[in-house]
């Protein structure tokens, strides 16, 4: 199924794409493998899949040495700060730094070991209690405090949108972060890149991507329930 499963993302994939008058190279497909076995995330790398969502330090830390060599993985899931030394190394993107002191302790560490780190701040736009992340009024402040830590790089913004029963609620959601995107790109904040848009899941990934996604996590949608 998964093989079947990744077929047919690709292809929406690409539909949504042709709606949004985008190149579908501009959207990386993160199979989000939380509490799936590394035998289920080689099938999906047989079919060309290289990156990998995590939200767990220690499943990333089990699965890492089973897999190839080329497989990314990414920290999708809230950090906590006494994961952070184990972490650092082996992830291609932290999307969820969502504090300024979560930064200050990547920092900390990272300088310790002579390490640079990508990551993208969480928004949570939707303001929902059960959610990590700044408020969309608090991004441009942490980002002009965290552009001064010299061993991160905040390379973009990452949200997860509200579960809803009908996708089309939450393309306010992602309108909003692509905006905040795009206005802090155009500042041109020193050390500051803003190149990645990590929005849309397995539910409303093509809504995602119709409103500018470059990073789409889809878990349910190709590995099936957890
Ligand atoms: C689990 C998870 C996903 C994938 O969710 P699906 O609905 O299974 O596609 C995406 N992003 C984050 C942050 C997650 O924790």
Known sequence: MIKENIVQIRENIEAACVRAGRNSKEVTLIAVSK??????M?????????????????EILAKQPVLPDDVRFHMIGHLQSNKIRQVLGKTVL?????????AEQIQAEAEK??????VLLEVNVANEDSKYGFSSKEVEDAIRKIKNFTHIHIIGL???????????????????????YVDIKTKNIDNVIMSALS????????????????????????????
């Open 199 to 226: 929005m849309g899941m397995t539910g409303d990934y093509e809504i995602a991507i119709e409103e500018g996604a470059t990073m789409i996590r889809v878990g349910t949608g190709i590995f099936g329930t957890r």
């Open 94 to 102: 932290i999307h969820s730094v969502d504090s300024i002191g979560l």
């Open 113 to 118: 070991r002579d390490l640079y780190v990508d």
């Open 35 to 40: 509490t799936k076995p590394a035998a289920m």
């Open 158 to 180: 990452m949200t997860i949108a509200p579960f809803v029963e009908n996708p089309e609620e939450n393309r306010k959601v992602f309108k909003e972060l692509y905006q905040l």
């Open 42 to 58: 080689e099938e999906a790398f047989e079919m060309g899949i290289r990156d990998f969502g995590e939200n767990k330090v220690q």
